[in-house]
């Protein structure tokens, strides 16, 4: 039993992306089901998004922050790298995005916006080195060829499509709203 508890706390911890990514659909399902009714579209994926937000950007980039400023070695091990000063750089990224996911949780759709767009894009293009790393270096190490390549993927698609499906609500209520306007 004590193994499998340990493979499990390595599993969460070294697929951090993916852990969050789940924790953070959980809260939105508590929320959601906790939310008054009726209940309508765009409050759930107001929920959606803001604990997307929470735990997919703001926790799981300051968990980024701190493996990468405090474990480096560590980190660059596990994504099959040596270790180098640019961790400290990831790390500092990584702290920015952190801070962003928590301010932009809970507020406007602008922020909201931000705070997708912005580690979406470093995401996706952490996928892209990863793929060149597994093609040229053939570099099969878990954090370059394992949950983390398809989380960098997968969490910043399903962000933006949160921010699309939120956005497309919003201009549903607009466009559904009378002008007030005498004809």
């Known amino acids: 039993m004590a193994e499998v ?3 499990t706390i390595i599993f969460v911890l070294s697929n951090f992306s993916l852990s969050f990514f789940v924790i953070g659909l959980l ?45 480096g070695k560590m980190s660059a091990a596990f ?6 000063p640019f961790q400290f750089e990831v ?11 928590f301010l932009a949780a809970f507020r406007s759709f602008d922020l909201r916006l931000a705070a997708i767009v912005g580690p979406g894009l470093f995401t996706l293009g952490a996928a892209a080195g990863h793929i060149n790393q597994m093609v040229t270096q053939h570099n099969f190490a878990p954090g370059n060829a394992g949950v983390v390549f398809y989380t960098d993927i997968l969490i910043p698609l399903f962000g933006a499509a949160l921010l699309w499906l939120q956005h497309r609500s919003r201009t549903d209520r607009v466009t559904a709203a009378p002008s007030g306007r005498a004809a």
């Open 27 to 71: 809260f939105a399902l508590v929320a959601i089901a906790r939310a008054p009714k009726p209940l309508r579209f765009p409050d759930v994926i107001d929920r959606l998004l803001a604990w997307h937000l929470f735990w997919s950007i703001g926790v799981c980039y300051f968990y980024n922050f701190v493996m990468h400023a405090f474990f």
């Open 79 to 84: 994504i099959g790298w040596a270790d180098s």
């Open 5 to 7: 508890i340990k493979a």
């Open 91 to 101: 790390a500092t990224a990584s702290l920015g995005y952190s801070v962003v996911g």
